[in-house]
Nanobody, 129 residues
Framework: QVQLVESGGGLVQAGGSLTLSCVAS????????MGWFRQAPGKEREFVAALSRGGSSTGYATSVKGRFTISKINAKNTVYLQMNSLKPEDTAVYYC??????????????????????WGQGTQVTVSS
């Protein structure tokens, strides 16, 4: 069983930055493929960013590419989402997610929410104009 706990959300002005953190329980964090998704009010959950279990490959939604960066520190069982140049349309609940990447290549990352088995409770990010 893997538990994911997000933190770092909050209220920020447009153009500002936030860093989200997600701490995972379990001793096999290095084998997990990790991702961040978000859900705005009245909208479906959408993919934001993903990181392969090996940490060498990343993927981003077009809307955040160049502004957001996903990374992880295995020794801390933590994945991060650095968000710069935030826009009001980035306002959403952000979720951390993980899947067991042991059956995938070291460079594989998932962009579909259905690929992820473990989910955090979410952290609210609000960007004011």
């Amino acid at each position: 069983q893997v538990q994911l706990v997000e933190s770092g959300g909050g209220l920020v002005q447009a153009g500002g930055s936030l860093t989200l953190s997600c701490v995972a329980s379990g001793r096999t964090f290095s084998t997990y493929g990790m991702g961040w998704f978000r859900q705005a009010p009245g909208k479906e959950r959408e993919f934001v960013a993903a990181l392969s279990r090996g940490g060498s490959s990343t993927g981003y939604a077009t809307s955040v590419k160049g502004r957001f960066t996903i990374s992880k520190i295995n020794a801390k069982n933590t994945v991060y989402l650095q968000m710069n140049s935030l826009k009001p349309e980035d306002t959403a609940v952000y979720y951390c997610a993980a899947f067991d990447g042991i059956y995938y290549s070291n460079s594989y990352y998932g962009t579909d929410a259905d690929e992820y088995y473990y989910w955090g409770q979410g952290t609210q990010v609000t960007v004011s104009s």
